[in-house]
């Protein structure tokens, strides 16, 4: 298949958004007030917003791959 992004990049921001960004915003959120974290419910949110923009430009790329194919 012909994906917009290149292979390994895309296997890079595959993991990051469907391990790596999850991950972090979980073990954030969890632990953020334990330690006195500031701004927790921010800092969560914006590596969510990440993690969903990584999913959209996987998912444009598998969709170009699926209708050049």
């Not at 969560?44 to 990584?54: H, R, W």
């Amino acid at each position: 298949m012909n994906y917009l992004l290149p292979d390994n990049i895309y296997r890079i921001l595959k993991w990051t958004g469907l391990i790596l960004c999850p991950a972090l915003a979980a073990l954030i959120g969890a632990v953020g007030p334990a330690w006195g974290m500031p701004h927790v419910d921010s800092v969560v949110l914006t590596i969510n917003a990440v993690g969903t923009f990584v999913g959209a430009l996987i998912g444009a790329s598998h969709v170009k791959a699926t209708y050049d194919a």
